[in-house]
Protein backbone atom coordinates (compact mmCIF):
# COMPACT_ATOMS: atom_id res chain seq x y z
CA UNK A 1 0.00 0.00 0.00
CA UNK A 2 1.61 3.35 -0.88
CA UNK A 3 0.99 6.43 1.12
CA UNK A 4 1.27 9.58 -0.21
CA UNK A 5 2.09 12.70 1.83
CA UNK A 6 -0.41 15.57 1.70
CA UNK A 7 0.96 18.51 4.33
CA UNK A 8 2.43 16.47 6.50
CA UNK A 9 -0.33 13.92 6.64
CA UNK A 10 -1.13 10.52 5.33
CA UNK A 11 -3.37 11.03 2.29
CA UNK A 12 -4.56 6.70 2.83
CA UNK A 13 -5.24 5.15 5.85
CA UNK A 14 -3.07 2.24 7.29
CA UNK A 15 -4.52 -0.58 8.28
CA UNK A 16 -3.50 0.10 12.22
CA UNK A 17 -5.41 3.39 11.27
CA UNK A 18 -8.14 1.72 10.31
CA UNK A 19 -8.64 -0.68 13.22
CA UNK A 20 -8.32 2.07 15.53
CA UNK A 21 -11.29 3.90 14.32
CA UNK A 22 -13.58 0.56 14.25
CA UNK A 23 -12.10 0.14 18.22
CA UNK A 24 -13.13 4.04 18.80
CA UNK A 25 -16.59 3.54 17.41
CA UNK A 26 -17.26 0.11 19.52
CA UNK A 27 -16.25 2.03 22.45
CA UNK A 28 -18.30 4.61 21.74
CA UNK A 29 -21.29 2.86 21.50
CA UNK A 30 -20.33 1.06 24.91
CA UNK A 31 -20.13 4.60 26.40
CA UNK A 32 -23.45 5.79 24.99
CA UNK A 33 -25.13 2.94 26.63
CA UNK A 34 -23.59 3.67 30.15
CA UNK A 35 -25.12 7.08 29.57
CA UNK A 36 -28.71 5.88 29.03
CA UNK A 37 -28.55 3.58 32.00
CA UNK A 38 -27.23 6.84 33.79
CA UNK A 39 -30.04 8.81 32.68
CA UNK A 40 -32.40 6.02 33.07
CA UNK A 41 -30.88 4.94 36.54
CA UNK A 42 -31.59 8.92 37.65
CA UNK A 43 -34.80 8.79 36.43
CA UNK A 44 -35.54 5.78 38.00
CA UNK A 45 -34.51 7.00 41.26
CA UNK A 46 -36.22 10.35 41.20
CA UNK A 47 -39.59 8.77 40.26
CA UNK A 48 -39.55 6.21 43.49
CA UNK A 49 -38.69 9.27 45.72
CA UNK A 50 -41.77 11.70 44.17
CA UNK A 51 -43.58 8.24 44.74
CA UNK A 52 -42.50 8.22 48.30
CA UNK A 53 -42.64 11.52 49.09
CA UNK A 54 -46.06 11.60 47.42
CA UNK A 55 -47.47 8.34 49.58
CA UNK A 56 -46.56 10.04 52.49
CA UNK A 57 -48.59 13.21 51.76
CA UNK A 58 -51.69 11.28 50.49
CA UNK A 59 -51.70 9.20 53.41
CA UNK A 60 -51.61 12.36 55.75
CA UNK A 61 -53.97 13.60 53.56
CA UNK A 62 -56.28 10.85 54.21
CA UNK A 63 -56.09 10.74 57.52
CA UNK A 64 -57.02 14.44 58.30
CA UNK A 65 -60.23 13.76 55.62
CA UNK A 66 -61.18 10.51 57.43
CA UNK A 67 -61.45 11.85 60.96
CA UNK A 68 -63.39 14.94 59.50
CA UNK A 69 -66.10 12.13 58.22
CA UNK A 70 -66.04 10.37 61.35
CA UNK A 71 -66.52 13.90 63.04
CA UNK A 72 -69.30 15.06 61.48
Known amino acids: MHQKR????MNEK????KH???LGR???????MIEYSLVAAIMV???ITGVYLLR???S???SKVGS???TQ
Open 60 to 62: QTF
Open 14 to 17: TPQS
Open 56 to 58: QNM
Open 26 to 32: RGQKGAT
Open 6 to 9: VDGK
Open 20 to 22: KVL
Open 45 to 47: TGL
Open 68 to 70: AVN
